[in-house]
């Protein structure tokens, strides 16, 4: 079946950190979304990225479509950036809909 | 940020009653999602809707329906609400349908059910 799964589930950061979150699915993608929950529930776009590298700010994320993975990737870490974050890749499997990741929970301590 | 609004934002009612709830966009695109999210099983997609009453099932919509009479609202219907119902209900809107342009979502809507 159609599966994207996220990875680590649980991440504790102290502010200043690195890290990097991944996302693999199990099919050919069209699209890819990276999203951040923030503690309010607002879900924030971060990046369109069906393939390649794209930066924004501290955050940066990367998708190798031909091995099925993306990665997000967080600089230097603040507070700000706890919260939930979501990949969800556009799969052809899925009839071109987005299917969620179940997240992987970030939490940033000063 | 993308012109989604949600309404209303917390509802608590009882098992057998309807529910409506609204999803209204200022961006004039014209792909519009629901989606519920649950502990555990992240973001669902309820229906979504291609354009003025052009809508199609999705996931999880057994037990819900949608309308679409304008561009702008896209209504969520509960006919008779049951506590699996209890959820966090999202809108999204795509100018692309997915393929080719982001979505962005609106607020959410947290719906308790009793």
């Known amino acids: 079946g159609i599966q994207v799964e996220q990875s680590p589930p649980d991440l504790i950061l102290q502010e200043g950190a690195n890290s990097t979150l991944r996302c693999n699915f199990s099919?050919?993608?069209?699209?890819l979304q990276w999203f951040h929950q923030n503690p309010w529930g607002q879900l924030i776009n971060l990046f369109y990225?069906?393939?390649g590298t794209k930066q924004n700010g501290r955050l940066s994320a990367t998708t190798v479509a031909t091995e099925r993975y993306s990665l997000l990737y967080i600089s230097s870490s603040q507070t700000t950036d706890s919260g939930v974050y979501f990949c969800?890749?556009?799969?052809?499997?899925?009839?071109?809909?987005?299917?969620f990741g179940g997240g992987t929970r970030v939490l940033v301590k000063p | 940020d993308a012109g989604i609004t949600q309404s209303p934002r917390h509802k608590v009612t009882e098992t057998g009653t309807p529910v409506t709830l609204r999803c209204h966009q200022t961006e004039n695109h014209r792909y519009m999602y629901w989606y519920r999210q649950d502990p555990g099983h992240g973001l669902r997609l309820i229906h979504y809707s291609y354009g003025v009453k052009d809508t199609d099932k999705g996931e999880v919509s057994d037990g819900y329906s949608v309308s679409r009479s304008k561009t702008e609202d896209f209504l969520l219907t509960l006919e008779s609400a049951t506590s699996s119902q209890t959820s966090v209900y999202f809108c999204?809107?795509?100018?692309?349908?997915?393929?080719?342009?982001?979505?962005?979502f609106g607020p959410g809507t947290r719906l308790l059910v009793l």
């Open positions: 990225i069906p393939s």
């Open positions: 099919d050919s993608v069209n699209n």
């Open positions: 969800a890749p556009l799969l052809q499997a899925a009839g071109n809909k987005l299917t």
């Open positions: 999204a809107i795509s100018d692309y349908g997915g393929r080719g342009e982001t979505q962005y």
